[in-house]
């Protein structure tokens, strides 16, 4: 059984959610239920919990804040949150579980036994201190967690040149001259990418605007990055690239 606490200010989410783990997700243990943060922190201690299932959203301390108010995460986490556009993108980022409420039966099932392959590996806090990591930091500085074979690799954005399309992957080219290939179409990256320094300037490539050296308009468009690479803008996103840039259309 996984010991586990539920974390959230609404005692009608809680209800539910418990309803749910006790109907869809028998190895679950529900060790105790807490209204507040401060609750939280007091009960994480007392029960030492290997899962919570935490609020983002509560008044006072929010659930950011009460991860921050621990001295060490041994335990896994899967957030629950009303829709929060900035908290999605956080998680997908850093590679953390986070359910949308109300809380959907199959994604709470995917969720725990995700959370339980984890904890079987001892794996998941490096996650979280990233997502904390992420949520203070502006964009150029946040982490982002790409698949590799056996974890994540975590990639500061402001070390990424561009990432291309190679059909159902995608190769990441970083400032360091490594490039490497990972299980994501582009269009998954591209959302996983802080939309205000990355542009996608071809079907095939989003490159990072911090490191565009050189816009040529000649043989069809195209920019000049950093390590001197030349990358092709595509007709339907010119536009956009230029207006980004601050430049006038042709």
């Known amino acids: 059984m996984i010991k586990s606490l539920i974390i959230d200010d609404e005692q009608n989410c809680i209800d539910a959610l418990k309803a749910d783990l006790n109907k869809y997700c028998g190895n679950v243990e529900i060790s105790a239920t807490c209204l507040s943060g401060k609750e939280g922190i007091l009960a994480i201690k007392k029960y030492k919990p290997r899962l919570i299932f935490l609020d983002v959203e509560m008044p006072w301390m929010n659930g950011f804040e009460m991860l921050e108010m621990l001295d060490h995460i041994d335990f896994c986490i899967i957030f629950t949150t009303a829709y929060d556009k900035f908290a999605a993108k956080a998680f997908r980022i850093s590679a953390v579980d986070y359910l949308l409420k109300p809380v959907d039966a199959n994604d709470l099932k995917i969720a725990v036994k995700k959370a339980e392959e984890k904890i079987l590996a001892s794996e998941g806090s490096v996650n979280i201190e990233n997502l904390l990591h992420n949520i203070r930091q502006p964009a150029q500085q946040q982490k982002i967690a790409f698949p590799q074979r056996e974890g994540y690799?975590?990639?500061?954005?402001?070390?990424?040149?561009?990432?291309?399309?190679?059909?159902?992957?995608?190769?990441?080219?970083?400032?360091?001259?490594?490039?490497?290939?990972?299980?994501?179409?582009?269009?998954?990256?591209?959302?996983?990418?802080?939309?205000?320094?990355?542009?996608?300037?071809?079907?095939?490539?989003?490159?990072?605007?911090?490191?565009?050296?050189?816009?040529?308009?000649?043989?069809?468009?195209?920019?000049?990055?950093?390590?001197?690479?030349?990358?092709?803008?595509?007709?339907?996103?010119?536009?956009?690239?230029?207006?980004?840039?601050?430049l006038k259309k042709d």
């Open 153 to 246: 690799e975590f990639i500061a954005a402001e070390n990424i040149l561009y990432c291309h399309a190679e059909g159902a992957y995608t190769n990441i080219q970083l400032t360091s001259n490594k490039k490497f290939l990972i299980s994501k179409n582009l269009g998954d990256v591209e959302e996983m990418l802080p939309a205000d320094i990355f542009q996608r300037i071809h079907h095939s490539t989003i490159v990072n605007m911090q490191h565009i050296t050189n816009l040529i308009r000649s043989d069809g468009g195209y920019v000049v990055i950093d390590n001197g690479e030349k990358l092709m803008i595509s007709k339907a996103k010119k536009d956009m690239l230029l207006q980004r840039l601050g």
